[in-house]
Protein backbone atom coordinates (compact mmCIF):
# COMPACT_ATOMS: atom_id res chain seq x y z
CA UNK A 1 0.00 0.00 0.00
CA UNK A 2 1.18 3.53 -1.20
CA UNK A 3 2.57 5.85 2.12
CA UNK A 4 1.20 9.24 2.14
CA UNK A 5 4.32 10.77 0.81
CA UNK A 6 4.09 8.01 -1.87
CA UNK A 7 0.19 9.25 -2.60
CA UNK A 8 0.68 13.14 -2.24
CA UNK A 9 3.83 12.68 -5.11
CA UNK A 10 1.47 10.79 -7.59
CA UNK A 11 -1.41 13.92 -6.81
CA UNK A 12 1.05 16.54 -7.55
CA UNK A 13 2.57 14.86 -10.72
CA UNK A 14 -0.45 14.04 -11.92
CA UNK A 15 -2.32 17.31 -11.58
CA UNK A 16 1.00 19.28 -12.59
CA UNK A 17 1.07 16.78 -15.67
CA UNK A 18 -3.02 17.56 -16.26
CA UNK A 19 -3.16 21.18 -15.59
CA UNK A 20 -3.51 24.18 -18.03
CA UNK A 21 -2.31 27.51 -17.15
CA UNK A 22 -5.27 28.72 -15.64
CA UNK A 23 -7.09 31.95 -16.81
CA UNK A 24 -6.17 35.29 -15.43
CA UNK A 25 -8.10 38.16 -14.55
CA UNK A 26 -7.84 41.90 -12.90
CA UNK A 27 -8.88 41.64 -9.09
CA UNK A 28 -9.18 44.65 -6.87
CA UNK A 29 -6.42 44.19 -4.23
CA UNK A 30 -8.89 44.41 -1.45
CA UNK A 31 -10.48 41.56 -2.65
CA UNK A 32 -7.41 39.40 -3.96
CA UNK A 33 -6.29 37.93 -0.48
CA UNK A 34 -6.30 34.01 -1.14
CA UNK A 35 -5.70 34.56 -4.45
CA UNK A 36 -2.13 33.71 -6.70
CA UNK A 37 -0.49 36.42 -8.68
CA UNK A 38 -0.94 35.34 -12.54
CA UNK A 39 2.05 38.37 -12.82
CA UNK A 40 4.58 39.33 -10.84
CA UNK A 41 4.72 43.02 -9.15
CA UNK A 42 7.67 45.55 -9.63
CA UNK A 43 8.99 48.69 -7.57
CA UNK A 44 7.48 51.41 -8.93
CA UNK A 45 10.23 53.08 -7.71
CA UNK A 46 13.11 53.32 -5.01
CA UNK A 47 12.24 52.07 -1.52
CA UNK A 48 12.23 53.77 0.80
CA UNK A 49 11.86 56.78 -1.71
CA UNK A 50 14.38 58.80 -0.03
CA UNK A 51 16.93 58.39 2.85
CA UNK A 52 14.53 57.86 6.13
CA UNK A 53 14.77 58.30 9.99
CA UNK A 54 13.56 55.65 11.96
CA UNK A 55 13.94 57.27 15.06
CA UNK A 56 12.48 60.18 16.63
CA UNK A 57 15.68 62.42 17.86
CA UNK A 58 18.15 64.81 15.73
CA UNK A 59 19.54 64.80 11.91
CA UNK A 60 23.35 64.88 12.91
CA UNK A 61 26.99 64.78 11.13
CA UNK A 62 28.12 61.27 12.99
CA UNK A 63 31.33 62.87 13.25
CA UNK A 64 30.15 65.91 16.02
CA UNK A 65 28.69 62.83 18.23
CA UNK A 66 30.35 62.06 21.39
CA UNK A 67 28.96 62.04 24.65
CA UNK A 68 28.68 65.99 26.11
CA UNK A 69 28.62 67.20 22.76
CA UNK A 70 26.78 70.56 22.15
CA UNK A 71 24.91 70.89 18.60
CA UNK A 72 22.69 73.91 17.71
CA UNK A 73 19.50 72.71 16.66
CA UNK A 74 18.49 74.41 13.22
CA UNK A 75 14.79 73.44 12.53
CA UNK A 76 12.68 70.45 12.46
CA UNK A 77 11.57 68.02 9.63
CA UNK A 78 8.58 65.74 10.18
CA UNK A 79 7.22 63.11 7.81
CA UNK A 80 6.02 64.62 4.59
CA UNK A 81 8.01 67.66 5.13
CA UNK A 82 10.50 68.18 2.03
CA UNK A 83 13.77 69.00 3.65
CA UNK A 84 14.79 72.57 3.21
CA UNK A 85 17.89 73.23 5.79
CA UNK A 86 21.15 71.63 5.80
CA UNK A 87 22.98 70.77 8.67
CA UNK A 88 26.20 71.95 8.97
CA UNK A 89 29.50 71.02 11.60
CA UNK A 90 27.70 71.59 15.04
CA UNK A 91 24.64 72.30 13.82
CA UNK A 92 21.79 69.21 13.99
CA UNK A 93 17.38 69.00 12.95
CA UNK A 94 14.77 67.69 15.10
CA UNK A 95 13.58 64.86 13.02
CA UNK A 96 10.36 62.60 13.20
CA UNK A 97 10.28 58.69 12.36
CA UNK A 98 9.87 58.79 8.65
CA UNK A 99 10.91 62.02 7.91
CA UNK A 100 13.50 62.30 5.14
CA UNK A 101 17.43 63.35 6.38
CA UNK A 102 18.08 66.64 5.52
CA UNK A 103 21.53 66.90 3.36
CA UNK A 104 24.56 67.58 5.31
CA UNK A 105 23.24 64.81 8.19
CA UNK A 106 24.26 60.97 8.18
CA UNK A 107 22.61 59.53 10.90
CA UNK A 108 19.92 60.24 13.98
CA UNK A 109 20.04 60.39 17.35
CA UNK A 110 17.42 59.27 19.24
CA UNK A 111 15.42 61.85 21.66
CA UNK A 112 16.33 59.73 24.58
CA UNK A 113 19.47 60.29 24.15
CA UNK A 114 19.91 63.70 24.31
CA UNK A 115 19.24 66.51 26.61
CA UNK A 116 17.80 69.98 25.35
CA UNK A 117 17.55 73.66 26.41
CA UNK A 118 16.19 76.27 24.30
CA UNK A 119 18.37 75.41 20.80
CA UNK A 120 21.13 73.79 22.72
CA UNK A 121 20.71 69.84 22.27
CA UNK A 122 23.18 68.19 24.31
CA UNK A 123 24.16 64.46 23.22
CA UNK A 124 25.05 61.31 25.12
CA UNK A 125 26.07 58.97 22.57
CA UNK A 126 28.70 58.59 19.64
CA UNK A 127 27.07 58.10 16.56
CA UNK A 128 28.19 55.76 13.64
CA UNK A 129 27.47 57.22 9.56
CA UNK A 130 24.02 55.66 9.13
CA UNK A 131 22.79 54.70 12.53
CA UNK A 132 18.78 55.01 12.36
CA UNK A 133 18.59 55.87 8.76
CA UNK A 134 17.70 53.51 5.92
CA UNK A 135 19.03 54.67 2.70
CA UNK A 136 16.81 55.51 -0.31
CA UNK A 137 16.82 52.24 -2.50
CA UNK A 138 17.99 50.04 0.26
CA UNK A 139 14.84 47.85 0.74
CA UNK A 140 13.78 47.88 -3.20
CA UNK A 141 15.07 49.11 -6.20
CA UNK A 142 13.47 50.76 -8.51
CA UNK A 143 12.25 48.25 -11.22
CA UNK A 144 13.20 45.33 -9.22
CA UNK A 145 10.25 42.40 -8.78
CA UNK A 146 9.35 42.19 -5.22
CA UNK A 147 6.29 39.14 -5.60
CA UNK A 148 6.87 36.64 -7.95
CA UNK A 149 4.31 35.08 -10.23
CA UNK A 150 2.79 31.99 -8.47
CA UNK A 151 2.95 33.97 -5.12
CA UNK A 152 -0.03 33.36 -2.93
CA UNK A 153 -1.58 36.88 -1.59
CA UNK A 154 -1.72 37.25 2.16
CA UNK A 155 -1.66 40.15 4.22
CA UNK A 156 1.63 40.75 3.99
CA UNK A 157 1.76 40.39 -0.13
CA UNK A 158 -1.47 42.95 0.22
CA UNK A 159 0.86 45.07 2.12
CA UNK A 160 3.62 45.36 -0.39
CA UNK A 161 1.66 45.38 -3.55
CA UNK A 162 -0.35 48.42 -2.21
CA UNK A 163 3.14 50.19 -1.50
CA UNK A 164 3.68 49.97 -4.72
CA UNK A 165 0.67 51.15 -6.04
CA UNK A 166 -0.22 47.32 -7.29
CA UNK A 167 -4.79 48.36 -6.96
CA UNK A 168 -5.53 45.40 -9.32
CA UNK A 169 -2.74 42.79 -9.33
CA UNK A 170 -4.09 40.20 -12.27
CA UNK A 171 -4.50 37.10 -10.77
CA UNK A 172 -5.25 33.45 -11.82
CA UNK A 173 -8.95 32.41 -12.24
CA UNK A 174 -9.99 30.30 -9.44
CA UNK A 175 -10.50 26.91 -9.65
CA UNK A 176 -14.38 25.55 -9.42
CA UNK A 177 -14.27 22.73 -7.43
CA UNK A 178 -17.38 20.96 -7.41
CA UNK A 179 -18.49 18.93 -4.31
CA UNK A 180 -20.60 16.04 -3.93
CA UNK A 181 -21.16 13.98 -0.80
CA UNK A 182 -22.92 10.78 -0.96
CA UNK A 183 -25.20 8.33 1.18
CA UNK A 184 -29.03 7.56 1.87
CA UNK A 185 -28.51 8.68 5.71
CA UNK A 186 -27.65 12.19 4.19
CA UNK A 187 -29.38 15.39 5.08
CA UNK A 188 -29.03 18.83 4.48
CA UNK A 189 -27.51 20.19 7.70
CA UNK A 190 -30.45 22.42 7.99
CA UNK A 191 -32.85 19.94 7.94
CA UNK A 192 -34.40 17.86 11.46
CA UNK A 193 -32.67 14.20 10.55
CA UNK A 194 -35.01 11.18 11.22
CA UNK A 195 -33.39 8.75 13.61
CA UNK A 196 -31.21 6.94 11.58
CA UNK A 197 -30.52 10.07 10.05
CA UNK A 198 -26.87 11.90 9.73
CA UNK A 199 -26.96 15.71 8.88
CA UNK A 200 -23.88 16.53 5.93
CA UNK A 201 -21.60 18.18 7.99
CA UNK A 202 -18.80 17.25 5.20
CA UNK A 203 -19.81 19.38 2.20
CA UNK A 204 -19.71 22.22 4.93
CA UNK A 205 -16.46 21.46 5.72
CA UNK A 206 -15.27 20.70 2.47
CA UNK A 207 -16.13 24.08 1.00
CA UNK A 208 -14.68 25.59 3.88
CA UNK A 209 -10.86 23.83 3.06
CA UNK A 210 -11.83 24.84 -0.61
CA UNK A 211 -12.53 28.40 -0.10
CA UNK A 212 -9.34 28.48 2.42
CA UNK A 213 -7.49 27.83 -0.26
CA UNK A 214 -8.93 30.65 -2.70
CA UNK A 215 -10.67 27.87 -4.29
CA UNK A 216 -14.14 28.06 -5.52
CA UNK A 217 -16.48 25.39 -4.21
CA UNK A 218 -19.72 24.22 -6.30
CA UNK A 219 -22.29 22.66 -4.21
CA UNK A 220 -23.50 19.12 -6.07
CA UNK A 221 -25.71 18.25 -2.69
CA UNK A 222 -25.95 14.29 -2.04
CA UNK A 223 -26.37 11.65 -4.00
CA UNK A 224 -28.06 8.42 -3.00
CA UNK A 225 -26.00 5.02 -2.84
CA UNK A 226 -27.20 4.19 -6.35
CA UNK A 227 -24.92 3.52 -9.34
CA UNK A 228 -27.39 5.79 -11.33
CA UNK A 229 -27.26 8.56 -9.26
CA UNK A 230 -23.91 8.40 -8.61
CA UNK A 231 -23.38 8.24 -12.12
CA UNK A 232 -25.59 11.28 -12.91
CA UNK A 233 -24.31 13.95 -10.39
CA UNK A 234 -20.21 12.76 -10.76
CA UNK A 235 -20.60 12.92 -13.99
CA UNK A 236 -22.17 17.02 -13.29
CA UNK A 237 -19.08 16.95 -11.38
CA UNK A 238 -16.98 16.77 -14.16
CA UNK A 239 -17.60 19.62 -15.55
CA UNK A 240 -15.99 21.58 -13.11
CA UNK A 241 -11.56 21.98 -12.75
CA UNK A 242 -11.78 19.11 -10.35
CA UNK A 243 -14.40 17.57 -8.16
CA UNK A 244 -14.48 15.75 -4.49
CA UNK A 245 -16.71 13.31 -3.78
CA UNK A 246 -17.08 12.30 0.15
CA UNK A 247 -17.87 8.59 1.51
CA UNK A 248 -19.02 5.54 -0.51
CA UNK A 249 -15.39 4.32 -1.18
CA UNK A 250 -15.50 1.67 1.85
CA UNK A 251 -15.34 -1.77 1.29
CA UNK A 252 -19.48 -1.32 2.19
CA UNK A 253 -22.00 -3.37 -0.58
CA UNK A 254 -23.48 0.11 -0.94
CA UNK A 255 -19.68 1.75 -1.49
CA UNK A 256 -20.39 2.40 -5.23
CA UNK A 257 -17.94 5.67 -6.01
CA UNK A 258 -14.90 3.64 -7.11
CA UNK A 259 -17.19 1.04 -9.58
CA UNK A 260 -18.75 4.31 -11.14
CA UNK A 261 -15.63 5.93 -11.73
CA UNK A 262 -14.47 3.26 -13.39
CA UNK A 263 -17.59 3.04 -15.29
CA UNK A 264 -17.17 6.82 -16.36
CA UNK A 265 -13.71 5.21 -17.79
CA UNK A 266 -11.49 7.24 -14.55
CA UNK A 267 -7.93 6.05 -14.58
CA UNK A 268 -7.66 5.01 -10.94
CA UNK A 269 -4.41 6.29 -9.54
CA UNK A 270 -4.67 5.09 -6.19
CA UNK A 271 -7.48 3.44 -3.79
CA UNK A 272 -5.86 2.91 -0.78
CA UNK A 273 -3.33 4.73 1.26
CA UNK A 274 -1.59 3.39 4.35
CA UNK A 275 -2.95 5.89 6.78
CA UNK A 276 -5.87 6.30 9.43
CA UNK A 277 -7.70 7.96 9.43
CA UNK A 278 -8.77 7.76 5.47
CA UNK A 279 -7.31 4.59 4.41
CA UNK A 280 -9.78 4.13 1.43
CA UNK A 281 -8.83 7.64 -0.25
CA UNK A 282 -9.68 7.17 -4.00
CA UNK A 283 -7.38 9.77 -6.41
CA UNK A 284 -8.53 9.06 -9.99
CA UNK A 285 -8.56 10.87 -12.81
CA UNK A 286 -11.60 11.06 -15.18
CA UNK A 287 -12.36 12.95 -18.27
CA UNK A 288 -9.40 14.98 -17.91
CA UNK A 289 -10.11 16.00 -14.69
CA UNK A 290 -8.67 15.37 -10.97
CA UNK A 291 -11.30 13.32 -9.05
CA UNK A 292 -11.47 12.34 -4.95
CA UNK A 293 -12.76 9.85 -3.66
CA UNK A 294 -13.10 10.85 0.62
CA UNK A 295 -13.83 8.48 3.35
CA UNK A 296 -17.36 10.04 4.65
CA UNK A 297 -16.33 9.72 7.69
CA UNK A 298 -16.09 13.63 8.88
CA UNK A 299 -12.23 13.33 10.25
CA UNK A 300 -10.88 11.30 7.96
CA UNK A 301 -12.71 13.42 5.73
CA UNK A 302 -10.66 16.99 6.66
CA UNK A 303 -7.29 15.19 6.88
CA UNK A 304 -7.17 13.42 3.90
CA UNK A 305 -8.70 16.46 2.04
CA UNK A 306 -5.58 18.43 3.80
CA UNK A 307 -3.13 15.68 3.02
CA UNK A 308 -4.31 14.92 -0.90
CA UNK A 309 -6.33 17.57 -2.47
CA UNK A 310 -4.76 20.58 -1.12
CA UNK A 311 -2.04 20.54 -3.01
CA UNK A 312 -4.13 19.17 -6.25
CA UNK A 313 -6.21 22.11 -5.37
CA UNK A 314 -2.85 24.70 -5.32
CA UNK A 315 -1.46 23.63 -8.56
CA UNK A 316 -4.87 24.50 -10.11
CA UNK A 317 -4.78 27.76 -8.54
CA UNK A 318 -1.35 28.84 -10.45
CA UNK A 319 0.42 27.86 -7.12
CA UNK A 320 3.40 25.59 -5.77
CA UNK A 321 2.02 22.86 -3.86
CA UNK A 322 3.39 23.60 -0.71
CA UNK A 323 5.32 21.31 2.20
CA UNK A 324 3.48 19.83 5.10
CA UNK A 325 4.61 21.87 8.05
CA UNK A 326 5.35 19.57 10.11
CA UNK A 327 7.55 20.30 13.49
CA UNK A 328 8.89 18.40 16.27
CA UNK A 329 7.22 18.76 19.67
CA UNK A 330 7.64 16.30 22.83
CA UNK A 331 5.52 13.40 23.45
CA UNK A 332 3.50 13.63 26.88
CA UNK A 333 1.84 10.44 27.40
CA UNK A 334 3.05 6.84 25.68
CA UNK A 335 1.28 5.82 22.56
CA UNK A 336 0.49 2.41 20.70
CA UNK A 337 -1.37 1.98 17.63
CA UNK A 338 -1.55 -0.36 15.24
CA UNK A 339 1.64 -0.70 13.28
CA UNK A 340 1.56 -0.61 9.16
CA UNK A 341 -0.20 2.64 9.09
CA UNK A 342 0.86 6.11 9.68
CA UNK A 343 -1.88 7.77 12.43
CA UNK A 344 -3.12 11.19 12.43
CA UNK A 345 -4.48 11.58 15.90
CA UNK A 346 -6.13 14.51 17.29
CA UNK A 347 -3.47 16.43 19.91
CA UNK A 348 -3.20 19.24 21.68
CA UNK A 349 0.11 20.63 21.41
CA UNK A 350 1.39 23.39 24.07
CA UNK A 351 4.55 25.00 26.18
CA UNK A 352 4.69 24.66 29.45
CA UNK A 353 8.55 25.38 30.03
CA UNK A 354 9.21 26.69 27.16
CA UNK A 355 9.30 23.07 24.71
CA UNK A 356 6.93 22.18 22.81
CA UNK A 357 4.83 19.20 23.89
CA UNK A 358 1.64 16.90 22.53
CA UNK A 359 -0.57 14.75 24.04
CA UNK A 360 -2.99 13.17 21.84
CA UNK A 361 -6.92 13.98 22.69
CA UNK A 362 -8.77 11.59 23.80
CA UNK A 363 -11.38 10.47 20.97
CA UNK A 364 -13.80 7.67 19.37
CA UNK A 365 -12.15 7.58 16.15
CA UNK A 366 -12.70 9.31 12.36
CA UNK A 367 -16.81 10.09 13.22
CA UNK A 368 -15.45 12.34 16.30
CA UNK A 369 -15.28 15.49 14.61
CA UNK A 370 -16.34 17.18 18.12
CA UNK A 371 -13.42 15.60 19.26
CA UNK A 372 -10.95 17.24 16.60
CA UNK A 373 -12.22 20.36 17.49
CA UNK A 374 -10.63 20.47 20.77
CA UNK A 375 -7.47 19.67 18.97
CA UNK A 376 -4.96 22.02 17.62
CA UNK A 377 -2.47 19.97 15.33
CA UNK A 378 -2.36 16.36 14.59
CA UNK A 379 0.38 13.59 15.72
CA UNK A 380 1.76 11.80 13.49
CA UNK A 381 2.94 8.27 14.65
CA UNK A 382 5.10 6.75 11.91
CA UNK A 383 4.07 3.35 10.14
CA UNK A 384 6.86 1.49 11.96
CA UNK A 385 5.99 2.07 14.99
CA UNK A 386 3.99 0.46 17.27
CA UNK A 387 4.49 1.87 20.55
CA UNK A 388 6.42 5.62 21.28
CA UNK A 389 6.89 6.46 25.04
CA UNK A 390 6.20 10.15 26.60
CA UNK A 391 9.20 11.97 26.51
CA UNK A 392 9.94 10.80 22.82
CA UNK A 393 10.25 13.19 19.93
CA UNK A 394 7.22 13.07 17.82
CA UNK A 395 6.39 15.13 14.59
CA UNK A 396 3.34 17.30 14.88
CA UNK A 397 1.18 19.07 12.17
CA UNK A 398 -0.72 22.79 12.95
CA UNK A 399 -4.18 22.30 12.51
CA UNK A 400 -5.75 24.82 10.20
CA UNK A 401 -2.34 25.71 9.09
CA UNK A 402 -1.72 22.74 6.02
P1 LIG B 1 -18.88 6.07 4.25
O1 LIG B 1 -17.52 6.56 3.94
O2 LIG B 1 -19.88 6.41 3.20
O3 LIG B 1 -18.85 4.59 4.56
O4 LIG B 1 -19.34 6.79 5.58
C1 LIG B 1 -18.61 6.61 6.77
C2 LIG B 1 -19.31 7.29 7.92
O5 LIG B 1 -19.30 8.69 7.67
C3 LIG B 1 -20.74 6.92 8.11
O6 LIG B 1 -20.98 6.86 9.50
C4 LIG B 1 -21.50 8.05 7.47
O7 LIG B 1 -22.80 8.22 7.99
C5 LIG B 1 -20.61 9.23 7.74
N1 LIG B 1 -20.78 10.22 6.69
C6 LIG B 1 -20.72 9.97 5.37
N2 LIG B 1 -20.93 11.09 4.66
C7 LIG B 1 -21.13 12.08 5.56
C8 LIG B 1 -21.41 13.45 5.45
N3 LIG B 1 -21.54 14.04 4.24
N4 LIG B 1 -21.54 14.19 6.57
C9 LIG B 1 -21.41 13.59 7.77
N5 LIG B 1 -21.15 12.30 7.95
C10 LIG B 1 -21.03 11.52 6.87
MG1 LIG C 1 -21.79 5.93 2.79
Not at 46 to 56: G, H, L, N, Q, T
Not at 195 to 221: K, M, Y
Amino acid sequence: MLSYQQARELVIARVQSICETPATESEPLSQSLGRVLSEEIRSDRDYPPFDRSVRDGYAVRSADTHPGAHLRCIGELKAGDAPSVSVAPGTCVQIMTGAAMPDGADAVIMIEHTSREGHDVQVERSLTPGQHVVRKGSEQSSGKTILQTGTRIGFTEIAAAAQVGAANPRVFRKPRVAILTTGDEIVDFAATPGPFQIRNSNSASIAAQTSLLGAEPVLLGNAKDTSQDLRDKISAGLEHDALIISGGVSMGKYDLVEPVFRELGAEIIFDAVAIRPGKPVVFAICKGKPVFGLPGNPVSTMVTFDLFVRPALEILSGAEPSPLPFFEAILSSPLSEKPGLTHFLPAQLAWPDGAPRVSPIPWQGSGDVVAMTRANCLLVVPQDRERIEDGERVQVLPRGLF
